[in-house]
């Protein structure tokens, strides 16, 4: 009688569960599919746009440090040398502590009022479906469409019969009446999709339409005014036309004016325009640095309302 032949089965095959795959073995590369495809290329395009977007604040910080003889020598070469003094020079000619406070003070003064006045007009154009209320929105998205080179001369005008050329308040009510049919747009929009029923709980309790606004909408407001706010005191910040035209004494301009005094419109000298154009945007990093938990948690909030 003949025996079965034998097998040799290894350790290993003897422990491993019947139906799995020895993982000693290689593994065949997943196939390409059309979503893989696309991630990838996605993630290759984000990359590609963050280099692009970070190299040239990176060439600007570091031709700042560097010295004239340096970037003269090569300006896009491996910097040899740097220093400080571009950054100290620049602080000294630009009136830094002034030009920056005169910035907050104006910056600060106009977001206040345009999402005051801003949220105080959307509210009943959001609620009033009357034709003159749809009228009014209309021609508040209107004038989101136009420029502010327009209007320039009659607004100078109009500021040197009012007495309000070079003042703050004069700055302050320009930026606001720009600034004033987007806001307008963005809480009439975000108004319009809160329920009404909110309303009327409050009326039931006895709460007039001003104490209801206050108290029942404006809260609710948050998101939208994180988003608005973002957006207006970066405009208003890094704006050159409106105090340039309207401030002429030279201790009332912003940074930016300031700032713009060193470009030459013969030469342009990258030691002393950079270092200043970095100064200007340092302080608006810090607040945003500071308060960016609060801004992308209203801005949250707003996504998941």
């Known amino acids: 009688m003949t ?17 799995k795959p020895d993982a000693s073995q290689p593994r065949a590369a997943a196939p390409w599919t059309p979503r893989r495809l696309a991630t990838g290329l996605g993630t290759t395009a984000l990359t590609l746009g963050t280099v ?52 907050l003070l104006i910056t600060g003064l106009s977001c206040v009022l345009i999402t005051v006045l801003g949220a105080l007009a959307g509210y009943p154009l ?16 209107l004038g989101t469409s136009i420029p502010v080179f327009v209007v320039v001369a009659p607004l100078y005008l109009l500021m040197r019969d009012l007495n309000l050329l070079d003042t ?12 004033l049919p987007l806001a307008v747009f963005f809480y009439t929009s975000f ?19 001003l104490r209801t606004f206050f108290v029942v909408i404006l809260p609710l407001l948050r998101p939208v005014t994180s988003t608005l706010l973002t957006f207006i005191s970066l405009q208003i910040w890094n704006d050159l036309l409106v105090p340039l035209v309207f401030l002429q004494d030279p201790g009332k301009r912003t940074v930016m004016v300031n700032a713009y005094s060193f470009i030459d419109p013969h030469t342009v000298q990258p030691t002393t325009l950079f270092p200043a154009a970095l100064l200007g945007v340092l302080p608006l990093l810090v607040i945003f640095i500071f308060f960016q938990r609060q801004m992308v948690a209203g801005m949250s909030a707003g996504a998941v309302k």
């Open 126 to 141: 959001a609620r009033i479906t009357a034709g003159w209320s749809t009228a009014v929105y209309r021609l508040f998205i």
């Open 3 to 19: 025996s079965p032949p034998s097998t040799a089965v290894s350790a290993a095959e003897v422990g491993r569960p019947a139906g």
């Open 191 to 209: 108004i319009r999709q809160i329920p009404a029923d909110l309303e009327e709980a409050a009326a039931l309790d006895g709460c007039g339409a």
């Open 168 to 179: 703050y308040a004069g700055v302050v009510l320009i930026y606001t009446a720009i600034n």
């Open 52 to 103: 692009l977007f970070v190299l040239p604040f990176v060439f600007t910080i570091v031709t700042s440090l560097r010295t004239a003889a340096d970037v003269a020598r090569s300006p896009l070469g491996i910097p040899h040398s740097f220093t400080l003094k571009n950054f100290t020079h620049a602080f000294s000619q630009i009136h830094y502590g002034t030009s920056t406070l005169n910035t």
